[in-house]
């Protein structure tokens, strides 16, 4: 249940009540209303427990850690300096001329398309060009990307906004009817370069990737014959060349059907198995149920294996039995959404169901291969399982080291965490992402309001601290093995937070009540920590709500401490940021 109630012009300090008179019967009945609000949070509370309560703050010890993978600094001597927060000194990659793009894309064995789902927002699009990365490197394809993307909403007026890129309306351009039954300014979005979030000449160190107009230059095609329809590949419109460009389309239902396990290479899968009767393939089917995959931890358990069986010898049985080991990544709360990649799992699959993705389409030989329609949502990172770990470490290496904001947004999240330092005396300090907006409408955020919104958060953030008090006495960091990726010392250097600091906060709420409230509970917005000159250094891009919460997300990653929810994909990217910095895994906190 949600009491809202707010006086006009005015947000209260604490949460707001409505007024009292001094009527006898008035205040008989608020009086009465108090009984019933406090009869309910007691019956909430025996329902669902302490709706503030957090997990313990002891951590695992060490060897839980050392067991998943992880891996521990215990060597650090008192004194050594930070590295992992120095600034910016690689040379920015140059611009590639089209003649270069078009000999890099000769190169490879063709080109890799795909529908590209625009109408989401920014983070859930970025987590699609990674898959797709990761497509087109398997296949030796170069990858065509979109040359625009949509942001959502302005910092400022409409009119403001669309002086400096083109406005049009999302649900006209995508085809889709979401956004009609909301006001105007909440309808409109802005194509903007795709060059504003991602950082392409440095992509482009890594991988063979061409932006769709370069393609349609390098194709005889007016550039100007780009649809946005929400991303997708128009066979009929780009293939007009001459002589006329060879297709071969994989449609998502032919991805992965239902009870399919798509992996990255299967082709040298053993599929001999024993034909002796076994208890252990109907237990593991009665385990998965209708999943396609079953964790590592649970398949040990339902067949009843000793601990005097290893890894080894249970691998080795499962595939006598026709069961298969993949790698992937654990979901937050079980759920595909914030698309993490810090948490890398076992799963167990059925042998019949897998399918290798560079089996079947390695050897395509048209000149672009399209995959049709949806594969995002709910899916693993890479939408596929993988055969080895170091498969699937190369999705990590195009998380961490691939995908990258603009050089612009990176320095500027420099001097802002500069700021943010000076904020809290040098101290270590926390952050959080506070979703509203949308949320908010599909009621995906807490129900109880902005007041115990807020307080959840705190709350998390308390724990927090005293996790980072505990990694600070312990000489010890805990942090996923990432390549050319080192521990952040600043973990066992810097003084841990103070209770009273403040905290920076990351939220899309526009309304300047709300905002002004948030401030008053300790929080740190993005306006408090930039200058007129930062802005008129950046550019018009940062009116854009997207490029600020670029901007945002890119100094959560930079926190010592992050709490977020789990259904967010920015969240989810921060995470992913925080991986790549070298943060101690114990301290970023999804639910």
Avoid at 176 to 187: A, D, G, I, S
Avoid at 579 to 587: H, L, Q, Y
């Amino acid at each position: 249940m949600v009491l809202t109630v707010l006086r006009p012009r005015r947000l209260q300090s604490t949460l707001p009540f409505p007024s009292i008179t001094t009527s006898t019967t008035k205040r008989r009945n608020f009086f009465t209303l108090l009984g019933v609000m406090a009869t309910m949070v007691i019956l909430v509370n025996m329902l669902w427990g302490d709706i503030y309560a957090t997990e313990t703050t002891r951590m695992p010890p060490v060897k839980h850690w050392q067991s998943l993978g992880y891996r521990i600094e215990t060597n650090y001597a008192p004194g050594a300096n930070s590295t992992a927060k120095a600034h910016l000194t690689e040379v920015v990659a140059e611009e590639w001329t089209l003649e270069r793009i078009k000999e890099v894309a000769e190169s490879s064995k063709g080109y890799y398309a795909r529908d590209f789902s625009l109408h989401l927002g920014w983070n859930n699009v970025r987590y699609i060009i990674e898959t797709a990365l990761l497509h087109a490197q398997l296949l030796d394809r170069t990858l065509i990307l979109p040359t625009y993307v949509y942001a959502r909403t302005c910092e400022w007026s409409i009119e403001l906004c669309e002086s400096f890129a083109t406005m049009v309306n999302r649900g006209e351009e995508m085809n889709t009817y979401q956004w009609n039954k909301l006001p105007k300014e909440l309808q409109m979005g802005w194509k903007i370069p795709l060059e504003i979030m991602l950082d392409i000449p440095h992509l482009r160190k890594h991988h063979k990737v061409i932006l769709l107009k370069d393609w349609l230059k390098i194709h005889g095609l007016d550039p100007a014959i780009e649809m946005g329809r929400n991303g997708d590949w128009w066979p009929m419109l780009y293939s007009r060349t001459s002589p006329p460009t060879s297709i071969h389309t994989i449609s998502s239902w032919e991805y992965d059907p239902q009870g399919v396990v798509r992996v990255d290479d299967a082709s040298k899968l053993s599929r001999i198995v024993t034909d002796k009767p076994s208890v252990i393939p109907p237990k593991l089917e009665n385990a998965l149920g209708d999943n396609v995959a079953l964790d590592w931890e649970d398949a040990r358990r339902v067949t009843d294996v000793g601990r005097d069986v290893s890894d080894e010898e249970f691998e080795h049985m499962l595939a006598q039995h026709g069961w298969v080991t993949t790698y992937t990544f654990h979901g937050p709360a079980n759920r595909e959404f914030a698309k993490s990649i810090t948490e890398p799992i076992r799963q167990v699959a059925p042998m019949e169901r897998v399918r290798g993705f560079v089996d079947e389409y390695g050897n395509i030989p048209h000149k672009i291969l399209y995959l049709q329609g949806e594969i995002h949502m709910p899916r693993k990172p890479g939408s596929m399982r993988f055969m080895t770990p170091s498969a699937r470490d190369k999705m990590i290496d195009i998380v961490v080291h691939s995908i990258r904001s603009p050089d612009r947004v990176r320095k500027l999240a420099e001097r802002v965490y500069d700021r943010m330092m000076e904020k809290v005396g040098g101290r270590m300090w926390m952050a959080a992402h506070m979703r509203r907006g949308d949320f908010v409408r599909l009621g995906w955020v807490t129900k109880l309001g902005l007041g115990p919104h807020t307080k959840r958060i705190k709350s998390r953030l308390t724990d927090g601290r005293k996790i980072l008090e505990q990694i600070r006495g312990s000489n010890v960091l805990i942090t996923l093995p990432i390549r050319d990726v080192e521990p952040d010392k600043d973990y066992l250097i810097l003084s841990p937070p103070l209770p009273d600091d403040p905290f920076f906060l990351a939220t899309d709420e526009k309304d300047p009540r709300i905002r002004k409230w948030l401030k008053r509970q300790g929080a740190v917005l993005i306006e408090d920590l930039l200058t007129p000159e930062d802005r008129r250094e950046f550019g018009w891009s940062i009116l854009v709500t997207d490029v600020k919460g670029l901007l945002e997300q890119v100094l959560l990653g930079k926190s010592y401490y992050f709490y977020g929810h789990t259904l967010s994909s920015v969240a989810g990217g921060a995470v992913n940021l925080r991986a790549g910095n070298g943060a101690d895994i114990r301290t970023s906190l999804l639910d």
